[in-house]
């Protein structure tokens, strides 16, 4: 991909706070449409980056672009197409719901007249048009975030940067914040997030990083990263004290790849169901489950960790 | 100053919400102010020879004038600026759009200069009525008050926007501000101080501020110390906002 028709292009790009490198020059590229996620543990640079591309925070280092133009340069004039999701909400709690749509429409000079308008219509995209006239404050955790969404989206940004966007709500929130995500991505829109939760990645990225240490580990699709860096099954044996140590050796060339966690071994393999019997037999597990490969896996391979402890 | 107004206008609306509390606190205050000092306790300092020149009522009210002023300023500046960076966030919505930081710092110090403006005129609407303005240059008293506001809320913006935790406020307003109400020339001339205390108040931008409200109101005022006032506070808001507007960068920008 040339720099030209990336949104958002990379190369070596670092930020430092004081003696801590929390991002270590990481290159990539995002294209037009496309919906690219940062997957990582807490800690692992996500958010820094994400402050560069946001144009809230100068970049420590190497190079970066954001629709072509300079952060450093065209801060105000960037901020201005893109949509900005954050970790944390920073809401108008006294006003209503619809009044914030409008006041942060007002930020990026948009007039009044157009914004009432506009404010309706995002509030009917994020199902929030009931709630329009309520105060914000009495809100649900996913009400607040689908609003949060919607305000984002008040500038018709090329570009909607979101921060963990379902970090903090319940199973059924999350569903509904990527139910609008999802069909934000089919509008077209180009969506940037980062995330811990491998599920996320999976349902709404195209392509993605995995970050850890502040460097990229690995890049590709979900489907991709799973097929190339692990197996197509995993069999999990539970236990109810320590895991016992085991080598794949043990299994006559059934098992790619063992990895022992404090509770839990798990197998990798391309027949889940023929290994789970004789797993079962040779460790005397607890539990045995028979599970497709997740980004999880990708990441314990890469980094020997889990991904939320 | 675009952008600035951008960020005002969020200010504006959000006081929307709340303004009918406000309002009636802004009348009610200078209302009780004047009963209680001009009508109770003027009644007993007015005994005897004038030491004063004037009544202690039209002595003692644009000293509150000012006072308030510097009250509004530090009550909105303080907590509120702590709270838009830490708790509800507002500075950081405002800075994800094309507004600077700049501009978010300015338009918070419009909001508090109208805060200021507003209980200012209703104050002074107050005074005419209690008959203490002896002077048309009173109306000047106006715009001083609001310089009075500005000398405080730009300095106070950039301690909370510094300030580690709440307690630091508490500890700025305790210390700082009320003293500053009690001894800078609001309710007695600062004469009546001992030396070494005198000077103290004398670099108080509040009796600037009071001093010249005061000449203004009762029609005593010369050129050459009211540009010494005016000086004198421009250069506290001046310094305040340079202030300010690293502070903000530094919690804003990391």
């Not at chain 1, 991909?1 to 003696?19: E, V």
Request: aromatic share 8%; net charge neutral.
């Amino acid at each position: 991909m040339s720099t030209n028709d990336a949104l958002i292009h990379a190369r070596g790009l670092t930020k430092r706070f004081g003696g801590l490198t929390a991002v270590d020059g990481i290159d990539f590229d995002v294209s037009k449409g496309e919906a690219f996620g940062f997957l990582g543990p807490n800690g692992a640079g996500k958010s820094s980056t994400m402050r560069m591309i946001g144009c809230v925070s100068p970049v420590g280092g190497g190079t970066l672009r954001v629709l072509g133009l300079d952060p450093a340069a065209d801060g105000p004039a960037i901020r201005g197409r893109l949509g900005v999701v954050p970790q944390l909400d920073n809401l108008d709690n006294e006003l209503t719901v619809r009044e914030n749509v409008i006041i942060y429409g007002r930020y990026f000079g948009l007039a009044r007249r157009d914004l009432r308008q506009r404010a309706d219509e995002l509030l009917e995209f994020v199902q929030l048009s009931e709630r329009a006239n309520d105060p914000v404050e009495p809100l649900s955790g996913g009400m607040k975030r689908r609003l949060t969404i919607a305000r984002s989206l008040v500038n018709d940004p090329d570009v909607l940067l979101l921060d963990e966007p379902t970090t903090g709500l319940d199973p059924q929130a999350r569903h509904v914040v990527w139910d609008r995500l999802f069909r934000l991505k089919q509008q077209g829109v180009t969506l940037v997030l980062t995330t811990h939760y491998m599920d996320e990645a999976e349902q709404l990225c195209d392509r993605l990083v995995v970050m850890d240490h502040g460097k990229i580990a690995e890049e590709g699709s979900p489907a991709g990263l799973i097929q190339r860096l692990s197996t197509r099954e995993v069999v999990e044996l539970r236990f109810p004290g320590d895991a016992p140590v085991v080598e794949s050796s043990a299994f006559n060339g059934r098992v790619a790849r063992v990895e022992v966690l404090p509770d839990r071994v798990l197998l990798y393999t391309d027949d889940g169901d023929a290994l789970a019997p004789i797993a079962h037999e040779l460790l005397g597990a607890q539990s045995v489950l028979v599970r497709r490969s997740t980004l999880e896996d990708v990441f314990l391979r890469l980094t020997g960790r889990t991904l939320v402890d | 100053m675009d952008g600035a107004l951008r960020a005002y206008e969020h200010w504006v609306t959000s006081y929307r919400r709340l303004w009918r509390a406000s309002i009636v606190s802004s009348v009610l205050n200078p209302v009780l102010y004047l009963t209680a000092l001009g009508v109770g306790l003027g009644k007993l300092v007015n005994h005897g020879p004038h030491p004063l020149g004037v009544s202690y009522v039209a002595f003692v009210a644009p000293g509150v004038l000012a006072a308030t002023g510097m009250q509004i300023a530090t009550n909105e500046s303080s907590f509120p600026v702590m709270a838009a960076l830490r708790w509800t966030r507002t500075y950081y919505a405002m800075l994800a759009s094309p507004l600077r930081v700049r501009d978010i710092l300015i338009g918070h110090q419009l909001y508090f200069a109208s805060r200021v403006a507003v209980a200012a005129t209703i104050y002074l609407a107050a005074l005419a009525a209690f008959g203490t303005l002896h002077s048309g240059y009173a109306i000047f008293a106006l715009p001083v008050t609001v310089l009075v506001g500005a000398a405080f809320s730009a300095p106070v913006a950039a301690f909370s926007a510094w300030a580690p935790k709440d307690a630091y406020l508490s500890a700025l307003l305790r210390f700082g501000i009320v003293p500053m109400f009690l001894f800078s020339g609001t309710f007695f001339p600062v004469t009546r101080l001992p030396p070494g205390v005198r000077e103290i108040a004398y670099a108080t931008p509040l009796w600037h501020g009071v001093d010249l409200a005061r000449h203004l109101t009762l029609g005593t005022a010369t050129w050459g110390m009211s540009l010494v006032h005016v000086a004198y506070l421009v250069a506290f808001a001046g310094a305040g906002l340079v202030i300010a507007e690293r502070s903000y960068r530094k919690r804003l920008v990391l």
